[in-house]
């Protein structure tokens, strides 16, 4: 299967920081933004085991869920029109007069967009919500929100190389289904820390998430645990709850851009940077730590800041 993405894009940016010289500590971010333009971050991982399967099962298409400004809406359109793949969206909440930009684009693409019911998407990973899905659209391969399954685990585990597993002590990332922390989780050095970033009003509900993932994967529960001795959560950086900013957040991303060319979004990544530097700040970190931080892409999410309320 023949890759829409670059992985050779996704260098090792260094950044440098009076604060983190300081602290004694280096940072590096691992720009997984880079490899597409569109298909890009941690999506392209967790789509692309899921796309493989489809096709080996012979299906023509992809169904999945997402909100108007889901970065896997954004690129599982992008990825469908790639491979040849009809996809269809099912989207959260009532049809708006206008699109969003991300929900434009899935359409350019190709994909099919249904709208439902806040309190019907609630139901959608039960089995008669699914039996629904099947009778009113057919065969399809079906992905759940943020394509966050066993496959799209599989390929979060791909998301360290080899440099990544020998070069630092400790990775961060933020989480929003906890997939990516799991697949991280899973393919780390025994001797590594895994930091997790929740961009949740309260984000201590991720542990259970990353350790139901894990479980599902290994289906063992001592090995569950051996790998959650590993992972930190940091639920505190979530400034409001999942899409929300403050004034704050926004200062920091634009901040982060001109100081160290770092392009960051006000859902994932701008939350997980502001949190690191806040502990690299609080001298959380042993000196001589290396940190790596991943950057998952999400960067069309900043059209939406005029569409959010502070």
């Not at 190389?161 to 289904?177: L, W, Y």
């Not at 992972?231 to 920091?252: N, Q, R, S």
């Not at 806040?278 to 005029?306: P, V, W, Y």
Request: aromatic share 12%; charged share 20%.
């Amino acid at each position: 299967m023949n890759p829409p993405v670059d992985l050779t894009l996704a260098l090792l940016q260094p950044v440098v920081d009076e604060e983190i010289r300081q602290a004694g500590v280096s940072l590096y971010v691992k720009r997984l933004d880079a490899i597409h333009p569109h298909i890009q971050g941690n999506k392209w991982f967790k789509l692309k085991y899921n796309i493989e399967h489809a096709i080996q099962q012979g299906h023509d298409t992809l169904l999945t869920f997402g909100g108007a400004w889901s970065n896997h809406i954004y690129s599982t359109a992008a990825a469908g029109r790639y491979y040849g793949l009809k996809t269809i969206g099912i989207i959260r909440g009532e049809k708006p007069e206008m699109l969003s930009t991300t929900l434009q684009f899935a359409k350019s693409c190709g994909m099919q967009l249904e709208f439902i019911s806040r309190l019907a998407y609630e139901e959608k990973s039960t089995e008669d919500f699914k039996g629904w899905l099947y009778d009113t659209y057919g065969s399809f391969h079906l992905m759940p929100e943020g394509g966050s399954n066993f496959l799209g685990i599989n390929g979060c585990m791909e998301i360290l190389d080899s440099t990544d597993k020998n070069a630092f002590d400790i990775i961060c990332c933020a989480a929003g289904t906890g997939a990516t922390a799991a697949g991280i989780l899973l393919s780390a050095k025994e001797t590594q820390k895994v930091f997790v970033f929740p961009v949740f009003k309260d984000g201590r509900f991720i542990l259970n998430e990353i350790q139901n993932h894990l479980q599902y994967f290994l289906m063992d529960p001592g090995a569950t645990e051996d790998y959650m001795k590993n992972l930190t959560v940091f639920p505190d950086y979530g400034f409001g709850g999942y899409a929300k900013w403050t004034v704050e957040l926004i200062d920091f991303i634009e901040s982060a851009n001109s100081n160290y060319s770092l392009p960051l979004d006000q859902v994932y990544t701008g939350k997980m940077f502001y949190g690191l530097m806040d502990l690299i700040r609080q001298g959380h970190f042993i000196k001589g730590s290396k940190i790596l931080a991943i950057h998952t892409g999400g960067l069309q999410g900043l059209e939406s800041i005029n569409s959010i309320s502070v």
